[in-house]
């Protein structure tokens, strides 16, 4: 990747300080026309720099979706496989029911499909670390036979967009949580 002259990182920089208050305020639709007048930038420079709304929504959420696969890799070697995928994915949930466009994120990443999915999608980056976790707890018999990561990255954008105008959006997606966590929990008979 070539270096970026000091103006275009500074560009960078701008927009996508910028668009994460601009995303916050006025969720994942926020207005690119916008972000890049208040940035002072023209649109081309947006452009140049986020080809797509995807890929402004990805470098903003990037951070916490690298948090959100540290905490993965940190609970995969743990006894209690269900307890660290349960943890794992409580963390993720609670990210996405708070921070406004996570989720919206999410499901238009998923969206895309396998074939325009990228390294750096947020979604691919989430299956990724998640899938060690999700392996583990059906090879102890901790998940219904047949779950994957993609059905509970797919309940947990679910919920999280479900709750996103709820009076207390955290505690009603973690109930809701828990509703489909006994879902696809093997039966105890």
Same mark, same amino acid.
């Given at each position: ?81 269900? @307890?660290?995928?349960? #943890? ?5 949930? $609670?990210? =996405?029911?708070?921070?406004? *466009? &996570? /989720?919206? +994120? ?53 919920? @999280?967009?479900?709750? #996103? ?5 955290? $505690?009603? =997606?973690?109930?809701?949580? *828990? &509703? /489909?966590? +006994? ?7």
């Amino acid at each position: 990747m070539p270096v970026q002259r000091a103006d275009a990182r500074r560009n960078y920089a701008r927009l996508l300080t910028v668009a994460k208050e601009a995303i916050a305020a006025e969720g994942p639709d926020a207005s690119l026309e916008q972000i890049a007048r208040i940035a002072g930038v023209g649109s081309a420079t947006l452009r140049r720099h986020f080809p797509s709304r995807q890929a402004l929504l990805e470098a903003v959420f990037r951070e916490r979706v690298e948090t959100l696969c540290a905490h993965a890799r940190e609970r995969t070697g743990r006894a209690d496989t269900r @307890a660290a995928l349960l #943890e794992w994915l409580s963390a993720v949930l $609670a990210d =996405a029911a708070t921070i406004r *466009g &996570l /989720a919206t +994120a999410l499901t238009r990443d998923r969206a895309t499909g396998p074939d325009t999915a990228h390294e750096h999608c947020c979604s691919e980056q989430l299956t990724e670390a998640g899938e060690p976790l999700v392996r583990r707890a059906a090879d102890e018999g901790a998940l219904a036979p047949g779950v994957t990561i993609d059905d509970l990255l797919a309940l947990i954008t679910g919920i @999280a967009l479900a709750t #996103e105008h709820h009076p207390d959006p955290a $505690a009603e =997606a973690h109930r809701l949580l *828990g &509703l /489909a966590i +006994a879902g696809v929990s093997p039966h105890q008979g």
